[in-house]
């Protein structure tokens, strides 16, 4: 038999644990679940990789979050003492693992002003800075909502811990491929991809929350423009 092994909770590791307890203690949270098929997205991908783009597919599917939320400004909000403000740029918090089973989820400032492109390189950057440690303290602390992707998993759906004060989580899971029947009654492949969104109940209500996740499906499902 292996020897049992104990981690003193300490340094990053106790600080993550302080901001998620702390979270679901002051936060009344909520999480709905979508999906949405992916096809007209992968179709744009595919364009804009023979144009000579080096978007992700994630990075389409950030952008499309990113243009949803700013027609729906109250998921882009935070809640802080008894004051709900919503914010006019999106300053997108990416949650990215690292080493040690840390995470940290820096802001990608401005997101709603750039393209596909520009936030594809900006992504790339501010992942690059947060496994090398270069994180800012600003960048470390000004989203104004999160994403958090498990795309690579096999978990469809799940429940996002809310970064408070922030709102709002977007949590993005794998797609799965299934058979549906085409216009013409013929039968399709299609990618379908698991969508959830943490909210805080005294900020928004149910119905603007689903509201957001509607829209953005359909964002998707249209190609993301």
């Not at 992968?42 to 949803?68: F, N, P, Y």
Request: aromatic letters at 2%; hydrophobic letters at 50%.
């Amino acid at each position: 038999m292996g020897q049992m092994h104990t981690l003193p909770l300490k340094g990053m590791r106790k600080m993550i644990a302080a901001k998620m307890s702390e979270s679901l203690r002051s936060a009344a949270q909520l999480t709905l679940h979508a999906e949405c098929e992916l096809t007209a997205l992968q179709a744009r991908r595919a364009r804009l990789k023979a144009a000579g783009s080096q978007a992700s597919l994630q990075d389409l599917l950030l952008h499309a979050i990113v243009q949803t939320l700013r027609e729906h400004p109250a998921l882009n909000a935070t809640l802080e003492d008894e004051v709900i403000t919503r914010h006019a740029a999106v300053h997108l918090g990416l949650a990215i693992p690292l080493p040690d089973d840390l995470l940290v989820a820096p802001a990608l400032f401005d997101a709603g002003a750039l393209d596909v492109d520009g936030l594809a390189e900006a992504r790339r950057v501010l992942t690059g800075k947060a496994l090398a440690g270069k994180l800012s303290v600003r960048e470390l602390t000004g989203a104004t909502v999160t994403v958090s992707n498990l795309g690579l998993s096999r978990v469809r759906f799940f429940t996002p811990i809310l970064n408070v004060p922030q709102v709002a989580i977007v949590g993005i899971g794998c797609s799965q491929r299934r058979l549906q029947r085409a216009a013409d009654g013929s039968l399709v492949e299609a990618d379908f991809l698991g969508l959830s969104l943490t909210f805080d109940h005294r900020a928004v209500n149910g119905a603007p929350a689903a509201e957001f996740l509607d829209a953005l499906c359909r964002r998707i499902e249209s190609a993301g423009s």
